[in-house]
Nanobody
Framework: QVQLVESGGGLVQAGGSLRLSCAASGRRFGSRTMGWFRQAPGKEREFVAGILWSTRSTYYADSVKGRFTISRDSAKNTVYLQMNSLEPEDTAVYYC?????????????????WGQGTQVTVSS
């Protein structure tokens, strides 16, 4: 349906900042919620942040509240994740995802389209 391409991952020192981008192509009208998830080796994929496209309403995992900000640019069909005060525990592969639901979901199963993932490594 919709194709998602991520960029912006990389290596950063603890306390630093990084901004991830997710560009959507194809038909996006069915993507009512965009989200960011992450997965570290040996751990389950976990929700990070979400945004309702039409209203810009946002919601976050408790672990990143106050540090991460999700936003979108409708003209560019792009969603962003601004990550500040990064910690080694934030090290993971970060995935952009799209959902047809409008439910502020934190569940992977509610997101039907996924990006390729981008590695974020935070060194101490």
């Amino acid at each position: 349906q919709v194709q998602l391409v991520e960029s912006g991952g990389g290596l950063v020192q603890a306390g630093g900042s990084l901004r991830l981008s997710c560009a959507a192509s194809g038909r996006r009208f069915g993507s009512r919620t965009m989200g960011w998830f992450r997965q570290a080796p040996g751990k389950e994929r976990e929700f990070v942040a979400g945004i309702l496209w039409s209203t810009r309403s946002t919601y976050y995992a408790d672990s990143v509240k106050g540090r991460f900000t999700i936003s979108r640019d409708s003209a560019k069909n792009t969603v962003y994740l601004q990550m500040n005060s990064l910690e080694p525990e934030d090290t993971a592969v970060y995935y952009c995802a799209a959902s047809a639901l409008l439910s502020s979901s934190r569940q992977s199963r509610d997101f039907g389209s996924w990006g390729q993932g981008t590695q974020v490594t935070v060194s101490s």
